[in-house]
C-alpha cells in the first residue's frame, strides 16, 4: 500500500498560467515534506519544502500548501514556464527516513 | 501500483567492512535503476545508474571502487558499500521505472539506513 499517492500521472498546463500538483499520504506521523523535480537522464533535484508546522511555504513562483487534517499538499507553480516541464515527485516523512510519491509528469505548453 | 524493494531496511556494520543493499522491482521488469544518496533534509545525490547486463555508469564525484553495482537480472540492482568508513552513514534509495517510461515515471524503493561505527 502506497503510503504517498500522486494521483494524477500527468499534467498539461498553458504557459503563463498556474500548474498545481497534488499529493496526498496516509501516515499522520509524518511531519515533513518535500517536493522534487526531475529531468530525463538526470536525478531528482530539491524544489522546495514545508514542515507541518506550517501550513504554506512560498519560494519565488513556487508555494507549497499542506492541509494536514486531509493528508494533503499541493504544489503551486505560477506563472507556469516551459522549462518547468519535468517529472514532479513529493516525499514524505519524519526525521531522517522520507517516502517518495510516483511522481507526477508536467508539460508547459508554449 | 509497481512497487521497488529494498533489502535490509536498516544496518549497522564496523568500520572497514563491507555492506550489500539490494534493490528489487516486484511487479515490473527494470532495465536500468538508480542509485541515491540522501542527506538528511536535503536533496537525493543520484550516485548511479545501474544498466541490466553491463557496468554501472558512475555520478562524478562516486568512487566506482566503493560503491560496486551489479545488475544481474531485470529485477535486482544490488549497491556494495566496501570498506565502509563512517563518513559514509547515509540513506540509500533506489528507483526504477517500467522501460516504457524510463527516466520519467520512477518508483522508488523505501530505502536503506546505513550506519557505521
Known amino acids: 500500500d502506497q503510503q504517498v499517492k500522486q494521483n494524477s500521472p500527468s499534467l498539461s498546463v498553458q504557459e503563463g498560467r498556474i500548474s498545481i500538483l497534488n499529493c496526498d499520504y496516509t501516515n499522520s506521523m509524518f511531519d515533513y515534506f518535500l517536493w522534487y523535480k526531475k529531468y530525463p537522464a538526470e536525478g531528482p533535484t530539491f524544489l522546495i519544502s514545508?514542515?507541518?508546522?506550517?501550513d504554506k511555504n512560498e519560494d519565488g513562483r513556487f508555494t507549497v500548501f499542506l492541509n494536514k487534517s486531509a493528508k494533503h499538499l499541493s504544489l503551486h507553480i505560477v506563472p507556469s514556464q516551459p522549462g518547468d516541464s519535468a517529472v514532479y515527485f513529493c516525499a514524505a516523512g519524519g526525521g531522517q527516513n522520507f517516502v517518495f510519491g510516483p511522481g507526477t509528469r508536467l508539460s508547459v505548453l508554449p | 501500483g509497481a512497487v521497488v524493494s529494498q533489502h535490509p531496511s536498516w544496518v549497522i556494520c564496523k568500520s572497514g567492512t563491507s555492506v550489500k543493499i539490494e534493490c528489487r522491482s516486484l511487479d515490473f521488469q527494470a532495465t536500468t535503476m538508480f542509485w541515491y544518496r540522501q542527506f538528511p533534509k536535503q536533496s537525493l545525490m543520484l550516485m548511479a545508474t545501474?544498466?541490466?547486463?553491463?557496468?554501472?555508469?558512475?555520478e562524478q564525484g562516486v568512487e566506482k571502487d566503493k560503491f560496486l553495482i551489479n545488475h544481474a537480472s531485470l529485477t535486482l540492482s544490488t549497491l556494495t558499500v566496501t570498506s565502509a568508513h563512517p563518513e559514509d552513514s547515509s540513506f540509500y534509495i533506489c528507483s526504477a521505472g517500467p522501460p516504457a517510461v524510463t527516466q520519467e515515471t520512477q518508483y522508488f524503493g523505501p530505502g536503506t539506513r546505513l550506519l557505521v561505527l
Open positions: 514545508i514542515s507541518s508546522i506550517k
Open positions: 545501474s544498466n541490466e547486463g553491463s557496468k554501472a555508469t558512475y
